[in-house]
């Protein structure tokens, strides 16, 4: 079996209160409850491949959470049909929860004040994983997890960068064949987070285990995963590789020039300014409205130029236009109609 | 069976461990311990007067009453407090993912802590009625076995009372005033007051509530062993024990599946 992930027509619908201002309004919401409808992933088609790492992106709020919540089973959905690793989440939960490992960012799995490797040994009972198979199993992610000296550190005493690299040793205990990451790199200095990134690089190419990340750091996107998909509003705008997503928004550039000696910003007119400061500027061009030899021209011609630097536009900043369009595209059907 | 065993001994072997962090409150907690049994003393020692009898009880039976009524509510657990944090912050529906049953897990964590808190309140309790009022009258070996299980089904009972208000969280922002109205009925019928010491009208209600089957049947039976007594203080506390604990599961399976479908 190659597909590890299946949904179909995803759907989950809330129902919430709604309440008018005032006592009044309160009083009215006791005595006739009324309720709106809300749409919080709307028919979603997802297929991931066994061994594939997929980043799964939205705003706050796009139903990234319910959709994880519908994959492992917490949540019923309204309506579609899925598959993990060939159970149906839901139905056949017992059986899942031996399948897939979870890591959320802001819950622990640890017990606060014992050492990690008394949780692991609980987790390893929890797991039903055999005490010898589990102790050869902690040793492999001990080792792969560099966590050896954290071991009989109370979790407490832990820094969090530390502790993270435990809760993911605690989803992994009872070898489960996908992982679901949700917010795996929140709160983590640059240092700690190319090092949980690279833990999980390694999880996934040694141990062959499905990634499905849902992150708000693009770097996790960029450094981890081949593909992504986009939510918002709770519907799938976008289904395509991480490269071909640059690639779409490669025709905006970001122009770094140090000149020689220290310019007059005004010359700079008809470009788009992010800084311009002594002898340095940086602006954003778009390759589709001129050449970038003509702007290399217009540049050479203010001053002597000492260095250029040329970089495609951020990640973070490729996801936010994707969002602002949907939001605008939504905008203006409301509008027509 | 034996996968049973391994997994919810493995959740109440940590509990205990998790609990010996707490060692602080444990020692307060004894020190309020003897306290309150040396201000019982005083207090019943001044009603009972020259005759030294309250309500058919001695001082010395009485005090052990109180000794015994008191280790069942000092050991308590923190199921309560649990069961609020992880509904209301959304953990239950973590703890959903795991290949167990999250009520039953939360029992055999709270086993874990009330073995550890036991294993201190008894001897401390003991210790210190022995040495303000004596040996307990009457006291004979045979009767220590039903004795030890009416504590222990004194715990069940309120540990599934507990859970039960606990779950209550899936529905109520607060279920803090269920607790404090089940704390102040188990106070009355029990705890503070042998039902001896009730009115006849609310004896004959009472003994229908689960209440005084938490810690009067476990006092009573401690300090006033009687054959009679135990043929229907024992099976009252099995009765109530079984049926708060079905009641408990049945709103459990309420609330996941209310987590089920709108999320936790």
């Known amino acids: 079996m190659k597909t590890m992930l299946t949904a179909s027509k995803l759907t989950k619908n809330y129902r919430a209160k709604i309440k008018e201002p005032g006592l009044a309004g309160s009083i009215r919401a006791i005595r006739q409850p009324q309720y709106r409808e809300i749409v919080a992933v709307d028919e979603i088609d997802l297929e991931v491949e066994r061994g594939e790492m997929l980043a799964f992106l939205g705003p706050n709020g796009a139903g990234k959470s319910t959709t994880i919540k519908m994959l492992t089973g917490i949540l019923t959905p309204t309506s579609g049909t899925m598959s993990v690793a060939g159970l149906v989440p839901g139905k056949d939960q017992r059986e899942l929860a031996y399948r897939i490992g979870s890591v959320f960012g802001q819950k622990s799995m640890l017990y606060w004040h014992l050492p990690a490797l008394d949780s692991f040994r609980l987790l390893g009972a929890i797991y039903d994983v055999e005490s010898n198979v589990l102790q050869k199993r902690l040793d492999a992610l001990v080792e792969l997890l560099e966590i050896g000296e954290h071991l009989k550190t109370p979790v407490r005493k832990l820094s969090l960068g530390e502790r993270m690299r435990c809760e993911v040793a605690a989803s ?29 690089r390694r999880i996934n190419r040694e141990e062959g285990v499905t990634v499905f990340l849902t992150s708000h750091d693009i770097g996790d996107v960029e450094q981890l995963c081949r593909r992504s998909v986009i939510i918002n509003h709770g519907r799938m705008i976008l289904d395509s590789t991480v490269d071909e997503i640059k690639r779409s928004y490669l025709h905006k550039k970001v122009i770094r020039v140090q ?40 540049l050479m011609a203010v001053g002597e130029v000492a260095d250029v630097t040329i970089s495609g536009m951020p990640m973070e900043e490729i996801i936010s236009a994707i969002f602002q369009q949907e939001d605008s595209r939504r905008e203006k059907g409301g509008d027509d109609a | 069976m034996k996968r049973f065993f391994r997994k919810y001994g493995s959740v109440m072997r940590v509990a205990m461990q998790n609990s010996t962090v707490y060692t602080r409150n444990f020692i307060f907690g004894s020190l309020f311990f003897c306290l309150i049994l040396f201000m019982f003393l005083q207090l019943w020692e001044k009603v009972a007067g020259e005759r030294g009898l309250v309500a058919g009880y001695s001082i010395n039976r009485l005090l052990w009453y109180y000794t015994v009524a008191e280790i069942v509510t000092l050991t308590r657990s923190d199921m309560l407090e649990r069961l609020n944090n992880d509904i209301r912050s959304g953990d239950v529906a973590i703890q959903l993912l795991r290949p167990y049953q999250y009520l039953t897990s939360l029992f055999a964590d709270a086993a874990g802590q009330i073995v550890l808190r036991l294993s201190i309140n008894v001897p401390i309790g003991c210790l210190t009625a022995l040495v303000l009022v004596g040996p307990l009258e009457g006291f004979q070996l045979i009767h220590l076995p039903f004795m030890i299980l009416s504590i222990l089904l004194g715990l069940f009972l309120s540990l599934s009372m507990e859970a039960v208000i606990g779950l209550t969280a899936f529905w109520t922002e607060d ?7 089940s704390q102040k009925l188990a106070f009355m019928l029990g705890l503070f007051l042998p039902l001896e010491m009730l009115p006849d009208w609310l004896r004959s209600i009472a003994v229908f509530l689960p209440y005084p089957y938490m810690m009067y049947a476990p006092a009573r039976l401690a300090s006033s062993f009687s054959w009679a007594e135990a043929a229907w203080l024992l099976p009252g506390q099995m009765a109530f024990g079984i049926a708060v604990f079905v ?6 399976g309420r609330g996941a599946r209310m987590v089920n479908t709108n999320g936790g």
């Open chain 2, 175 to 181: 279920n803090s005033a269920f607790f404090w109205i």
């Open chain 1, 172 to 200: 992994l205990l009872h070898k489960p064949e996908i992982l679901f990451l949700d917010e795996p790199t929140i709160g983590l200095d640059v240092v700690v987070k190319a090092k949980i990134r690279e833990m999980i």
């Open chain 1, 259 to 298: 000149y020689v000696m220290d310019i007059d910003c005004t010359a700079l007119e008809g470009f788009k300014v992010l800084q311009c400061k002594g002898n340095e500027a940086v602006l954003e061009v778009d390759a589709k409205d001129s050449s970038m030899h003509d702007t290399m021209g217009r």
């Open chain 2, 247 to 252: 009641l408990a599961q049945a709103v459990y």
